[in-house]
């Protein structure tokens, strides 16, 4: 090993884990002693990656407060380093983080995480066209039950059994008014296990994320669609709640749904 390549390490290992192993690299001044000047670094460090994750989760950060979410940005940071070449990826495992024995007590917290890394996700998703209804009026009718469908990047798909889609808006809607200078307004709800737990649709259209709950048999089509089914087997799926002389006509309307709000970017025809 260079002796470059071995002050990188050390430093490297100093920043993640402590210890006195740079301690004889750095020199003292008359303002601060090696130790000090370690610690303006050690804790920079931490500094950094804790405002990186605000940055992706600034609702949850709102909702536990300061203090718990620098303590759980540090307890995060322990057990999942940064790893990505980009800051913008640091918290991806924060869901997974929070639903350890640790945080058991408090499932909803996980799943704020989940809604807001899938909101995050969805805005920085790639650019594509989008299928218009005019290109779904121009397909023949005989060529309906074999159509296959290519989703936008953005989509996205959540199952939550806690009530924190409402909690999330109530909460932005306060961070946004502050930001603006206006006084919050919106109650947060308190969190609440749902009794029949929704399905949920993520997407976004030019510059701006959407959510919006599904009933069971959007989320049934949606799901059949994205993995690959035709038009054929997704009114076969419908035709647990739909009977059958509708069911064509009921997916065909889900189709324009999806179409209107930039969903899909590729139609084909198996």
Request: net charge negative; hydrophobic share 40%.
């Amino acid at each position: 090993m260079n002796p470059l390549h071995g002050l990188q390490s050390d430093f490297q290992s100093y920043l993640l884990h402590g210890g006195d192993g740079m301690l004889g690299r750095v020199t003292s001044t008359a303002k601060a002693d090696a130790p000090t000047r370690l610690t303006i670094y050690y804790d920079a460090y931490r500094l950094r990656l804790i405002e990186a994750l605000d940055s992706n989760y600034p609702v949850l950060h709102a909702w536990i407060g300061d203090e718990e979410f620098e303590q759980l940005g540090l307890a995060y940071l322990e057990a999942h380093p940064s790893a990505h070449f980009s800051i913008r990826y640091f918290g991806h495992r924060l869901p997974e983080f929070l639903g350890t024995e640790a945080y058991s007590d408090r499932p909803y917290l996980g799943e704020m995480a989940t809604l807001e890394w899938a909101l995050s996700e969805a805005f920085d998703a790639e650019d594509s066209t989008v299928t218009t209804l005019d290109d779904m009026a121009a397909l023949a009718p005989e060529t309906w039950p074999a159509l296959r469908f290519q989703f936008h990047a953005s989509v996205r798909r959540l199952n939550l059994r806690w009530n924190v889609t409402p909690v999330w808006k109530s909460i932005k809607e306060n961070i946004d008014a502050e930001e603006s200078g206006a006084e919050p307004a919106a109650e947060v709800p308190a969190p609440a296990a749902e009794v029949h737990p929704p399905s949920w649709l993520i997407w976004r259209q030019e510059f701006k994320t959407y959510f919006r709950s599904l009933p069971v048999d959007e989320a049934c089509s949606l799901d059949t669609a994205r993995a690959g089914g035709t038009f054929a087997e997704i009114c076969e799926g419908l035709c647990e709640w739909i009977d059958a002389q509708n069911v064509a006509v009921h997916a065909a309307g889900l189709m324009k749904r999806w179409v209107t709000d930039g969903l899909i970017s590729g139609i084909a025809i198996d």
